[in-house]
């Protein structure tokens, strides 16, 4: 479940300058890196080798970077689910930073800061700065900007609009009594 629930447009143009967290904990296990790493084809033993990588630095795996970056709209869906839009496309990241390495196992959140709000031809581009936070942990991993284009909604046709699916009628045109399956 998301934190805030915002309505459309002018509920996201109404966020402009605040700051979310996203909620709950999100656990970056050894099966999800495994899962990126096939999904990448990066298979380096940082990554996918506990028993190698029980012996480095970091005593055990650690995720991707860019796996902490394919999070970042998961994490920004648990902070804030927007409602009364067509789509979300993601349009860009801008000043990527990653921080400290994060341990398979952890658990991380976002924090997001929405620095701008602004139209565009084809919807709304929202920029967002995101700390990628690490449970237990005083410094985020990862720091990014990334930018997000929400689209309208695409207009419903009138008859579909109509609850019972009816079409309009003119106002002159007759009116046909319906038949019962019963009467003959």
Same mark, same amino acid.
């Given at each position: 479940?998301?934190?805030?629930?915002?309505?459309?447009?002018?509920?996201?143009?109404?966020?402009?300058?605040?700051?979310?967290?996203?909620?709950?904990?999100?656990?970056?296990?050894?099966?999800?890196?495994?899962?990126?790493?096939?999904?990448?084809?990066?298979?380096?033993?940082?990554?996918?080798?506990?028993?190698? @990588?029980?012996?480095?630095?970091?005593?055990?795996?650690?995720?991707?970077?860019?796996?902490?970056?394919?999070?970042?709209? @998961?994490?920004?869906?648990?902070?804030?689910?927007?409602?009364? =839009?067509?789509?979300?496309?993601?349009?860009?990241?801008?000043?990527?930073?990653?921080?400290?390495?994060?341990?398979?196992?952890?658990r991380v959140r976002g924090r997001?800061?929405?620095?701008?709000?602004?139209?565009?031809?084809?919807?709304?581009?929202?920029?967002?700065?995101?700390? =990628?936070?690490?449970?237990?942990?005083?410094?985020?991993?990862?720091?990014?900007?990334? =930018?997000?284009?929400?689209? @309208?909604?695409?207009?419903?046709?009138?008859?579909?609009?109509?609850?019972?699916?009816a079409s309009r009628r003119s106002?002159g045109a007759p009116r046909r009594?319906?038949?019962?399956?019963?009467?003959?």
């Amino acid at each position: 479940m998301a934190a805030k629930i915002v309505h459309g447009f002018s509920g996201l143009r109404a966020l402009e300058g605040s700051e979310l967290l996203s909620a709950p904990w999100l656990r970056v296990d050894q099966r999800r890196i495994d899962a990126f790493a096939a999904c990448t084809d990066d298979r380096q033993w940082i990554h996918v080798d506990p028993l190698r @990588a029980a012996k480095s630095p970091y005593g055990g795996t650690i995720a991707h970077g860019y796996l902490l970056l394919a999070l970042v709209p @998961a994490l920004w869906h648990r902070a804030c689910e927007i409602r009364e =839009i067509g789509s979300v496309l993601n349009y860009g990241l801008d000043r990527v930073r990653f921080l400290a390495p994060l341990r398979s196992g952890s658990r991380v959140r976002g924090r997001f800061s929405i620095a701008s709000v602004r139209a565009s031809a084809s919807g709304l581009r929202v920029a967002l700065h995101v700390a =990628i936070e690490a449970f237990g942990s005083e410094e985020p991993v990862c720091v990014a900007d990334a =930018i997000f284009l929400y689209r @309208a909604p695409a207009p419903i046709p009138e008859q579909e609009a109509r609850p019972n699916g009816a079409s309009r009628r003119s106002s002159g045109a007759p009116r046909r009594a319906r038949r019962s399956s019963t009467a003959r």
